[in-house]
Nanobody
Framework: QVQLIESGGGLAHPGGSLRLSCAAS????????IGWYRQASGKGREVVAT????????YYAAAVGGRFSISADDAKTTMYLQMDNLKPEETATYYC????????WGRGTQVTVSS
């Protein structure tokens, strides 16, 4: 069973950047959709960005397009989320996921955007 371990969260100023990492422990990511989700306090979890290995298809939520970039290494052991020009409303816990809603989730990493 794979475990997903996020890192890289922290405090960023508005307009700043952070890079999140998600390490797959136990086996590489499966040949499915992997991605990043976030959940702000008092709100539901929402998709941020995903990669579908089949066809190497990328998806970005409209709110982050052009500012965030999702990637993964060729060994399929680590996934990244580069976040630029961060906004205060993007303060949330960010989760790594394999396989969608009913798949495997990491425990999350907190991102706080504040001046």
């Amino acid at each position: 069973q794979v475990q997903l371990i996020e890192s890289g969260g922290g405090l960023a100023h508005p307009g700043g950047s952070l890079r999140l990492s998600c390490a797959a422990s136990g086996r590489p990511f499966g040949n499915t959709v992997i991605g990043w989700y976030r959940q702000a306090s008092g709100k539901g979890r929402e998709v941020v960005a995903t990669i579908a290995w089949s066809g190497r298809t990328f998806y970005y939520a409209a709110a982050v397009g052009g500012r965030f970039s999702i990637s993964a290494d060729d060994a399929k052991t680590t996934m990244y989320l580069q976040m630029d020009n961060l906004k205060p409303e993007e303060t949330a816990t960010y989760y790594c996921n394999e396989g969608g809603q009913f798949g495997i989730w990491g425990r999350g990493t907190q991102v706080t955007v504040s001046s």
